[in-house]
């Protein structure tokens, strides 16, 4: 069997692409990567907390343990993709490639473009490479976002919703109502996925990835550890919150902070696309909402607080900043998980995730206080 990994050098492509090295032995995986985070986080003046292998020694490091192969090619090239899966004929494509900002992509026209044309046609060139190779019988296992969304009232369904109109009963994909660019390309991908199951069969594991949370997993730490971002553009809330708190700056919550998001431990992230990898005879449109559940930001904040003072010993402020997202800031986010706990059993803790964070980043203060000027938007919009 072989198993194709796309963005393998990203935040979660590296643990996954080790934790399949470590659970698959018999098995071929391929990491594939352009590194385009890296150029990413450093054109907006950035750099992740913790320091990372560089590409080359990423590559020795998983080709050393048997069986892995990383290459190097951008999923826009339509000849790169038909080559990659010609060669290597997958069985489970895990594909976790993508421009995966919301900020970044409403940066301007320029941006909202580059995301959309990246993450879209990187998406359609691995479609129809299947197609056109005859390998429809492939596992195509995506990740999209549990922002397609939006926020609606009504506890969010697993993908689908019944819909009852005029006398008439169907079950039908849930709506799009995503707030960014970025999210948008994401509901794209899903309507050319679903397109491509229903006209084509082929098998899809469509996973809403919540905000992932972690700094590490049992394969990435140390030297091998995945990157930590901590900026206003890459920085997930969760992260940015426990690098502010960390050098005493103080936590920023974006307006009234009463809005729910959904969250998921990189752990937990990472064990369900193993799980979903392991799988055999997949042959629907599934869809897994790949979350614990819903925290209010204010109460985010609060978590992060009282662990900094375990953790380490540090007592920080929350401090309410206006908000520049266009988004709700009173939400009661219901979201429903059950497809995502049959796959990975009871869910992590999110605060054992962010103690974990607190011991790993620990000794990074230098670098983040640093580039605490990142924390908050740069005026790039204007
Ligand atoms: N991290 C989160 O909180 C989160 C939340 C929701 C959804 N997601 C989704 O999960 C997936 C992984 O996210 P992540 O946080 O690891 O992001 P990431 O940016 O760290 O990883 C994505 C990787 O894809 C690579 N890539 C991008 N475009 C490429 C292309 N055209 N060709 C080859 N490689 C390319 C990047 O270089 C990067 O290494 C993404 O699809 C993202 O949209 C992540």
């Given at each position: 069997m072989t198993i194709i990994v796309t963005g393998a050098d990203g935040y979660v492509g590296w643990p996954v692409l080790l934790r399949l090295a470590e659970t698959f032995h018999d098995e071929r995986i391929v990491g594939v990567d352009n590194f385009a985070r890296r150029r990413w986080v450093e054109e907006i003046g950035c750099v992740s907390a913790n320091p990372i292998l560089s590409p080359a020694e990423r590559r020795k490091k998983v080709e050393d343990l048997g069986k892995v192969s990383f290459v190097e090619g951008d999923l826009i090239s339509k000849e790169f993709v038909n080559m990659l899966v010609r060669v290597y004929?997958?069985?489970v494509i895990i594909h976790l490639a993508a421009q995966p900002s919301a900020p970044y992509s409403q940066i301007s026209w320029e941006k909202a473009v580059y995301t959309q044309y990246n993450n879209n046609v990187s998406t359609l060139n691995l479609l129809w490479a299947l197609k056109e190779n005859k390998m429809l019988d492939a596992h195509f296992i995506a990740a999209t976002t549990?922002?397609?969304?939006?926020?609606?009232e009504y506890p969010i369904p697993e993908g689908f919703i019944e819909v009852e109109y005029k006398g008439g009963k169907d079950i039908v994909p849930h709506p799009h109502m995503a707030g960014s660019f970025y999210h948008m390309s994401k509901c794209n991908d899903i309507n050319n996925m679903y397109l491509a199951h229903k006209q084509w069969g082929l098998p899809v594991s469509d996973v809403r990835v919540a905000i992932v949370t972690g700094a590490t997993t049992e394969e990435a730490k140390g030297d091998m550890a995945t990157r930590f971002d901590f900026d206003f553009?890459?920085?997930?809330v969760t992260h940015r919150f426990c690098a502010q708190a960390l050098i005493g700056y103080p936590i920023t919550v974006y307006g009234k902070g009463l809005q729910g998001k959904p969250f998921v431990t990189l752990e937990d992230c990472v064990k369900s696309f193993v799980e979903l990898a392991k799988k055999k005879d997949v042959d629907g449109y599934d869809v897994y909402n790949q979350t614990l559940g819903a925290v209010k930001i204010v109460e985010l904040a609060e978590i992060i607080r009282e662990a900094a003072e375990e953790e380490i010993g540090l007592e920080v402020e929350i401090k309410h900043v206006p908000n520049p997202r266009v988004e709700k800031e009173e939400h009661e986010m219901v979201i429903e998980n059950d497809n995502f706990i049959k796959l990975v059993g009871k869910p992590m803790d999110l605060k054992e995730a962010i103690g974990d964070i607190f011991r790993t980043i620990e000794d990074r203060k230098k670098i983040i206080e640093s580039y605490k000027d990142r924390f908050l938007p740069r005026g790039l919009e204007k």
């Open positions: 004929q997958p069985d549990t922002g397609v969304y939006g926020a609606p553009y890459f920085g997930v």
